[in-house]
């Protein structure tokens, strides 16, 4: 290969993917210094981020902003457990492998849930959800994933808050992968909890998670958590009276998620951020489709996230060589997580722009050609 492989501001591959993904330069540099977990300035830079995250959500004055040590995970799992009461029962919508985790997370710490399950590529019906919440008034929480990462899909999640309002019943969200580029403000959207992380669409580096609470609700979440470590409940009143955390804090975590944060606003904040995305998401599925590859979701399902397009059915298209030859390029992408086809990711998402995208379809293009790859179209369905 004669021409430079394509690299972030800091010399690195380029990441594809939903997270960890390529950050700024300046959201690593802010990094190389120690601070004391209960001194001042830390202090201060720990408020600015839990203020920032409350202005993203639209919450000021009504929200919170909870944050958790460890991956995005470890705050759906706080999210749930601090807000499901043990003799809670929670709906769970299911289209792909976050929801599902959902369900798990639920069997461990014995929550009782049903799910509604649809295709990987099909949002849940917001009707048939009114049903399934007049027929069992034991359910008194539902959970919903506002982008499925598995697939891409953008689920509808303010007609998903406004029939779970309507039934006078509790929402919880995982918008991990979106909150900060697509809009969910807190204003409109009415949930009891929203679990997002560091190093997704804000941009940070990956090491906590924050669980956005409307105050009123978690107010009343005394003693439903089962973990001390994931208790909200316990984490926020005791920040709240020493503005410290309760055990050792991801402190550069922290600290580059402000750094990432101020970026964020700088660009324009959810819409900026939104729109640089949607224009990148434009960019991969024009440049994928003229080459013939055919995207799972239809546009008016897809987030612009991470896209997922279907394996090519052409004998010389191998995944692990497309993968290996896209990264000597510079572009690292992502597998497939489906279940009902063949496929591969792209993600759009993290401190990529216009150019970029562009270069990783001109990458694919010389792959393609380099692995006598002539026919992108995905097998067919038997009749
Ligand atoms: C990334 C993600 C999570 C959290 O995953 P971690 O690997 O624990 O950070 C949860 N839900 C969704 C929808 C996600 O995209």
């Known amino acids: 290969m004669t021409v430079r492989p394509a690299a972030s501001e800091t010399g690195d591959p380029l990441l594809l993917t939903p997270g960890p993904l390529t950050t700024s330069k300046a959201v690593k540099e802010v990094m190389v210094h120690d601070w004391g977990s209960r001194d001042q300035a830390f202090i201060d830079i720990n408020q600015a981020v839990r203020d920032g995250v409350v202005k993203v959500a639209g919450g000021e004055r009504t929200h ?33 492998a976050y929801g599902k985790r ?18 990987e590529d099909t949002p849940p019906s917001v009707e048939e959800i009114g049903r399934l919440l007049d027929e069992d008034k034991e359910i008194t929480h539902v959970f919903a994933v506002h982008c499925e990462t598995t697939s891409g899909i953008l689920n509808p999640i303010k007609a998903i808050a406004d029939m779970v309002q309507a039934k006078g019943r509790r929402l919880l969200v995982d918008s991990m992968s979106a909150f900060g580029a697509l809009p969910i403000d807190a204003k409109s959207v009415h949930y009891d909890a929203l679990a997002a992380s560091s190093n997704k669409c804000l941009e940070g580096i990956p090491g906590m998670g924050f669980v956005v609470c409307r105050l009123s609700a978690l107010a009343e979440t005394e003693g439903n958590a089962n973990a001390l470590t994931l208790d909200l409940f316990d984490q926020w009143k005791s920040m709240e009276a020493n503005k410290q955390w309760r055990f050792t804090p991801p402190i550069h975590v922290i600290v580059s998620l402000d750094q990432a944060i101020k970026e964020f606003f700088a660009e324009g904040g959810v819409e900026g951020r939104g729109g ?76 990529l722009h216009e150019s970029h995208m562009q270069g990783a379809v001109d990458a694919v ?11 992108c179209a ?4 038997a009749e």
């Open 64 to 96: 919170t902003c909870v944050p958790m040590q460890g991956s995005g995970t470890f705050s759906v799992e706080a999210m749930i457990t601090s807000f499901v009461p043990r003799d809670g029962k929670v709906l769970i919508l299911v289209n792909g």
């Open 102 to 119: 959902a369900g798990k997370i639920c069997d461990y710490h014995a929550r009782a849930y049903v799910t509604y399950e649809t295709p």
């Open 276 to 351: 640089r995305y949607a224009n990148n998401c434009r960019v991969l599925v024009e440049g994928m489709r003229d080459l013939g590859f055919e995207t799972l979701l239809p546009d008016d399902l897809q987030a612009p996230i991470i896209i997922t397009f279907h394996k090519p059915a052409d004998a010389n298209f191998h995944f692990e060589t497309f993968y290996n030859m896209l990264a000597e390029r510079g572009y690292l992408i992502y597998p497939g997580k489906l279940t009902v086809a063949d496929s591969f990711r792209i993600g759009c998402i993290g401190r």
């Open 365 to 375: 293009r010389e792959v393609l050609r380099e692995m006598g790859v002539s026919n």
């Open 378 to 381: 995905p097998a067919r369905a």
